[in-house]
């Protein structure tokens, strides 16, 4: 059996509550419930558990693009509290779309002996797909339980799914075939 890692993405104030700066819709809310499942799944097995977190800067270069968000140590950049990181969890603070980017999270992974990565969180084109392409790269299989991820955009979202199964082998599944 392989190793497997959960890696849960920008599940954030700023993203996923109704007042945060870049809130995701109710879509982004109705994964939480998938994410819990899968979090409780992975803490009983004794898999290793991920939380990428957007810690920006006050200036970073991404808001040039987006509105300042996720502004390391304000409300924003806190995870959600509907979702818990089980004792254990890895806390990985990020500034890029791509969980990988200046952070550790590929020596957590290695360190995990992880084989398998199942990718939850939000969104689904930019920080999801874009950490997806990056397990792929790094030779890690990657999982994507669709009904645990969600974007702002359905368009994207679908494009997103498409891109990430037939570029990067990404195997869909539902968040119930857990581990």
């Known amino acids: 059996m392989s190793s497997q890692a959960l890696l849960v993405i920008d599940m954030l104030n700023d993203f996923i509550d109704p007042k945060g700066a870049l809130y995701c819709g109710e879509v982004a809310r109705s994964v939480i419930p998938a994410i819990n499942r899968l979090l409780h799944s992975f803490s009983r097995e004794g898999h290793t558990i991920i939380f990428t977190c957007d810690a920006h800067a006050p200036d970073d270069r991404e808001f040039e693009l987006y509105a300042p968000h996720a502004v390391r140590g304000t409300w924003g950049a806190r995870i959600i509290p509907e979702i818990v990181p089980p004792p254990g969890s890895h806390i990985v603070p990020k500034t890029r779309f791509t969980a990988f980017y200046g952070t550790d ?8 002996r992880a084989q398998e990565v199942w990718v939850t969180g939000v969104v689904t084109s930019i920080c999801v797909m874009d950490t997806t392409g990056d ?15 969600a974007d702002f955009d359905p368009d994207f979202h679908q494009f997103a799914l498409k891109r990430m199964s037939r570029v990067y082998g990404a195997q869909m599944i539902q968040s119930e075939e857990t581990p």
């Open 105 to 112: 999270l590929d020596q957590i992974l290695q360190k995990a």
């Open 135 to 149: 397990l792929r790269n790094r030779g890690y299989t990657p999982i994507i339980p669709v009904d645990a991820v």
